[in-house]
């Protein structure tokens, strides 16, 4: 184990032999240690200061956001750079995962893998900034988190593998309670998207990444609007469901609640937070089931359903 930028001094290692368990070394990683806690494992006093109830290793509390370390794409994934350090060793157990499991040994890593060290900050990209659209394009926010270089440097990665055949990045403000695309827009259905109008209806600038079939990227900006490349890339015309029901009061008030980082289960099943009521009645309107959740707590943290989960598989479209 190393220092933090928390850890006032040197850390020392921890030895091998002291952790006994799988379920020691999670408990390490995610809730941190102590002080007191490693003269109690290891009978070593730690040369960080004479506090016993002090960080050597900092606990990561934002890391049931599981969303944002990685993003699976296909058969392959991209293992994300966080823009605050403070989340950096998510990114670090998800790639520790994805490069060294078996389950994932068989995919590739098409950005930030650790053979790859130029793919380094300045470079950061966030989960919650992709929303893959189809089997052959992807949805970009950039944003405070995510950087359009990185865009570019995942996207020609991804073509050359064969991965997809499009990537659409557009803006969205640097402000956090917008701070991930995935907090503004979501896909509930085929065809079917609940978005923020206040930030979803006032895009005017959006590129599209495609390759030029010798290993670079050709960055253009659209002339259709997104609803048009949204119905394109679905194949049917697109259906909008406005957070809040279209009222701008209440979307704004949901929007403090997470009311459009909704997490479809299945096709037309959606999940939420049982608070956001208007944006509830909104989907049921529309025909999407919904799963209401309590989240008193949760919320708090500025994230949804969507925030806390991490697809591996998706089903093909039929």
């Known amino acids: 184990m190393c220092a933090t930028d928390q850890a006032p001094a040197i850390v020392p290692d921890l030895i091998d032999e002291k952790i006994t368990s799988n379920e020691m070394l999670l408990a390490i ?38 969303r944002d370390p990685g993003v699976v794409v296909g058969r392959s994934a991209i293992s994300c750079k966080m823009h605050y350090s403070e989340r950096v060793r998510e990114t670090l157990l998800v790639r520790a995962v994805l490069e060294h499991h078996p389950e994932f040994s068989h995919h ?23 929303i893959v659209l189809s ?13 359009s270089e990185t865009v570019r440097v995942f996207a020609r990665k991804a073509f050359a593998g064969g991965q997809i055949k499009r990537v659409f990045e557009i803006p969205i403000p640097s402000e956090r309670s917008f701070m991930h695309l995935d907090t503004v827009f979501t896909i509930v259905d085929r065809g079917v998207v609940v978005w923020y109008p206040g930030v979803m209806e006032r895009i005017d600038h959006i590129e ?111």
């Not at 240690?33 to 730690?46: A, C, D, F, K, M």
């Not at 089997?135 to 950087?147: K, N």
Request: charged share 25%; net charge neutral.
């Open 108 to 130: 590739q890593i098409l950005y930030g893998s650790s053979t790859n060290p130029i793919e380094d900050r300045p470079f950061t990209i966030e989960g919650g900034d992709v």
């Open 208 to 318: 599209q990444l495609t390759s030029d079939g010798q290993g670079e990227v050709i960055r253009v900006k659209e002339t259709r609007s997104l609803n048009r490349i949204l119905s394109d890339e679905f194949g049917t015309e697109l259906k909008i469901i406005p957070s809040g029901g279209g009222d701008e009061h209440f979307a704004t008030r949901e929007q403090r609640t997470d009311g459009t980082n909704i997490l479809a289960i299945a096709p037309g099943v959606a999940c939420t937070y049982r608070r956001n009521e208007r944006t509830i009645k909104a989907m049921q309107k529309a025909g999407v089931e919904c799963i209401a959740i309590p989240g008193s707590e949760l919320v708090r943290g500025l994230g949804g359903p969507r925030c806390m989960t991490m697809p591996l598989r998706r089903r093909p479209r039929e």
């Open 135 to 147: 089997e052959e394009s992807l949805l970009v926010g950039v944003s405070e988190r995510t950087r």
């Open 29 to 66: 990683l995610f809730r941190g240690i102590t002080n007191h806690e490693y003269y109690e494992l290891t009978g070593r006093q730690p040369l960080v200061g004479s506090a016993t109830n002090i960080f050597i290793l900092p606990p990561i509390p934002n890391s049931y956001f599981s």
